[in-house]
């Protein structure tokens, strides 16, 4: 390894670290929503616990959601070669994003009955994702993308997640408890692209 390569790994290497840790802290803040008033008897207690059945969905669909997104990232940033300037600072408003998701989530919990909380969710999830396609296309333009990856697989699980998030935000006007419905169909897109995008690289069998 040349010492102009070990510089680009050690780069990369804080980048991904700082990303890392953006996504660990947010998916931790989501937890301390999560409580219950001190000084209970025993009735006030169990009353207590019942009503966080709101705020535990709640939690639940957001640290899902932020696994899945930290998971996408760990994998566009695996068929990155290398990562230049312009991907590393669109990565940087990206993970204010990620940083700044616990309050949509938040609110989701708290106020999953009306539209703009599922509306600020659902959008501040698609601008992570929109942000992913950026870096995509940088990185394809500029030549570090992995040689060899069909556009379908490397945009196509960002922008099956925007279109998901998106429907879901009219949704909301009609039906706020039942817009995030739209979410779980993100779970058979994403594995019909995983399995266009393993069918690629095994490629056409020999005759």
Known sequence: MTVEEDDDWGQDGRVLALSDGVFAIAATLLALDIRVP?????????????????????YAIAFLVIGVLWLGHRELFGDIRRVEPAVAWVNVVLLGFVALLPFPSSLLADYGDEPVAVIGYAASVSMIC?????????????????????????????????????????LALLSPRWAPACWLLLIPAHAIINRIEKRGDRGPRAS
């Open 130 to 170: 929109a942000l992913q396609l950026v870096i995509v296309a940088l990185a394809r333009r500029t030549g570090t993308f992995r040689a060899g990856k069909q556009a379908l697989p490397a945009y196509g699980p960002s922008a099956v997640t925007i279109v998901g998030f998106v429907v879901s935000m009219p």
């Open 38 to 58: 001190e000084g209970l008897d025993t009735r006030g207690l169990h009353d207590a616990l019942r009503g966080l059945a709101p705020g535990l969905t709640g």
